[in-house]
């Protein structure tokens, strides 16, 4: 049974720090692809970003210089470091693991972690 748990959301004032963690079970994490997506009130939900199993990361213009993705294969998580938040970050979080092949595809999802940045 394949598990995606996201934790690491909360409340935080604009300017500050937040850090999602990831955790899947059920597959082999090493060959997935992995990525950051949220959904804010009323609007479609987006990239933020991923990261390959060579470990190739991939922004949002909005991202960009701000967050950090990374992967930790021996512990099967998959980590958003977020800095510099404002208010347009808040969203749920939700963590994605896919992996996609000639004939084969595997695409799994979190139920997603609350991101509040307001003061």
């Known amino acids: 049974q394949v598990q995606v748990v996201e934790s690491g959301g909360g409340l935080v004032q604009p300017g500050g720090s937040l850090r999602l963690s990831c955790e899947a079970s059920?597959?082999?994490?090493?060959?997935?692809?992995l990525g950051w997506y949220r959904q804010a009130p009323g609007k479609q939900r987006e990239l933020v970003a991923t990261?390959?199993?060579?470990?190739?990361?991939n922004y949002a213009d909005s991202a960009k210089g701000r967050f950090t993705i990374s992967r930790d294969n021996a512990r099967n998580s998959v980590y958003l470091q977020m800095n510099s938040l404002k208010p347009e970050d808040t969203a749920v979080y939700y963590c994605?693991?896919?992996?996609?092949?000639?004939?084969?595809?595997?695409?799994?999802w979190g139920q997603g972690t609350q991101v509040t940045v307001s003061s």
């Open positions: 994605n693991a896919v992996l996609a092949g000639s004939g084969y595809a595997y695409d799994y």
């Open positions: 059920g597959i082999t994490f090493s060959m997935f692809q």
């Open positions: 990261i390959t199993s060579r470990g190739s990361t």
